[in-house]
Structures are given as structure tokens and as C-alpha cells.
């Protein structure tokens, strides 16, 4: 049973940045692939960034490309979301989550383990 922490979240003005860390309990550096979503208030959760086991493969959605940044501390056990030049519709819940496998998927409905989630609010 994988168990993730997510910390970082906050408030920030719309062109500032913050970095997300999600913590997992044990190593998944072998066989789990790791990504970020998100959830604004009213609205269903969306696919933000994923990163293959390794590391070597990214993705992100089209609304973080070129100003989020997603990558992996194998050795901590710890994947980071880096954002930038956040906007105000980057407001929402974000969740890491996890799953087993060399796949690395966009669809939350197939990753099996998650965490409770951190608070990003960027204000105008």
C-alpha cells in the first residue's frame, strides 16, 4: 500500500510560482508512475503532468505546457510539480497520485493510489 503526502500548496499572485512535493511512504522508483491533478471548485478533476518511473518521460496538459514542470527524486521517494507563471484559473485542490506500472496514463480513473491533496490559490 502506497500512502502519499502532498505539501507546498498556497496562496500566490497570479505570475508567481510554487513547488508542490508529493512524499511517498515507500520506494516507488521501481514500476510506479507518478502524476499530478487537479480539482477547482465545481469542476471535475483534470490531468495535469505525469513522469514514467525512470523519469525519462513527461507529459502535460496543454493549459501547464512550457509553465509547469514535473520530475522525480527517486532516492527521497518524492515527485515535484515546479510551476510558474501561475494564473488565477490554476486555483484548485492539487492531487498526486501513483500507479503501478511502466504506462504512464493521463486518466485519473487508473491510478490506485492517492493522496489527500494540497491547496493552490493564485489571486489576480
Known amino acids: 500500500q502506497v500512502q502519499l503526502v502532498e505539501s507546498g500548496g498556497g496562496l500566490v499572485q497570479a505570475g508567481g510560482s510554487l513547488r508542490l512535493s508529493c512524499a511517498a511512504s515507500?520506494?516507488?522508483?521501481?514500476?510506479?508512475?507518478m502524476a499530478w491533478f487537479r480539482q477547482a471548485p465545481g469542476k471535475e478533476r483534470n490531468f495535469v503532468a505525469a513522469?514514467?518511473?525512470?523519469?525519462?518521460?513527461?507529459y502535460y496538459a496543454d493549459s501547464v505546457k512550457g509553465r509547469f514542470t514535473i520530475s522525480r527524486d527517486n532516492a527521497k521517494n518524492t515527485v515535484y510539480l515546479q510551476m510558474t507563471s501561475l494564473k488565477p484559473e490554476d486555483t484548485a485542490v492539487y492531487y498526486c497520485?501513483?500507479?503501478?506500472?511502466?504506462?504512464?496514463?493521463?486518466?485519473?480513473?487508473?491510478?490506485?493510489?492517492w493522496g489527500q491533496g494540497t491547496q493552490v490559490t493564485v489571486s489576480s
Open positions: 515507500e520506494r516507488t522508483s521501481s514500476n510506479y508512475a
Open positions: 497520485a501513483a500507479r503501478y506500472g511502466v504506462l504512464v496514463p493521463t486518466t485519473d480513473t487508473v491510478y490506485g493510489y
Open positions: 513522469i514514467s518511473w525512470s523519469g525519462s518521460n513527461t
